[in-house]
């Protein structure tokens, strides 16, 4: 089934402690995104990356970061959480982004204490 | 700086009557538009794009570049039309999607 897998779905941490949230495609996209859903902001794009070791900042970068050493591949790394980066994170990828459509994964919901 | 505003954060409407969630955008150059939808406890999904020229699920949505906007309509909402909304301008000279606040719509039976 062609899909966009984000892990982990639910996840509580502590201020400081380093955490990575997954995202995998299996549609063989170029473009892959990250976004973090915030109530009364909407979506905002974190990062971006138009291919294998393509990337560029979004919207709201401060404070992430992402690799993309794989094409299927896209990690958002939180080096040090802060609690204003507890939000619902969504990956999502698509094969030409133009003319396209975003796939989106389930959501990754953080918490940060 | 580019922008999409979505007036409405709630839209209730009745079971057979018309639609409309506003969505204006403020961009540089020409982007391309889509409407994207999330129904409660499913992933965000595309719902239209302007390219395409499509209707889907009795949706509609027309492009005015003199007022810069990309308004979703439906004459006769159903019960099953009840979701979160957003509107979405992309341009390739960015690779960015500025998606908007969006608007729950909410139909009343």
């Known amino acids: 089934e062609a899909q966009v897998t984000q892990n982990p779905r639910y996840l509580i941490t502590v201020t400081g402690k380093k955490l990575t949230v997954t995202c995998s495609q299996n549609?063989?996209?170029?473009?892959m995104s990250w976004y973090r859903q915030d109530p009364g902001l909407g979506l905002r794009q974190i990062y971006y990356s138009m291919n294998v070791e393509v990337t560029d900042k979004g919207d709201v970068p401060e404070g992430y970061k992402v690799s993309r050493k794989e094409k299927r591949n896209f990690p958002l790394i939180l080096e040090s959480p802060s609690p204003n980066q507890t939000s619902l994170y969504f990956c999502?990828?698509?094969?030409?982004?133009?003319?396209?459509?975003?796939?989106f994964g389930e959501g990754s919901r953080l918490t940060v204490l | 700086a580019q922008r999409v505003t979505q007036p409405e954060k709630l839209l209730s409407v009745f079971k057979g009557a018309p639609v409309e969630l506003k969505c204006n955008y403020s961009y540089s150059g020409s982007p391309e538009l889509f409407w994207y939808v999330q129904y409660s406890r499913q992933r965000l999904q595309l719902l239209l794009r302007?390219?395409s020229r499509e209707s889907i699920k009795g949706f509609t949505a027309d492009l005015n570049k003199g007022e810069t906007s990309f308004h979703l309509k439906k004459p006769f909402a159903q019960e099953e039309d009840s979701a979160m909304y957003y509107c979405a301008p992309f341009t390739s000279g960015t690779y960015k999607y500025i998606f908007g606040t969006g608007t729950r719509l909410k139909v009343l039976a």
């Open positions: 302007h390219i």
């Open positions: 549609m063989n996209h170029e473009y």
């Open positions: 999502a990828s698509s094969f030409e982004p133009y003319t396209g459509e975003l796939f």
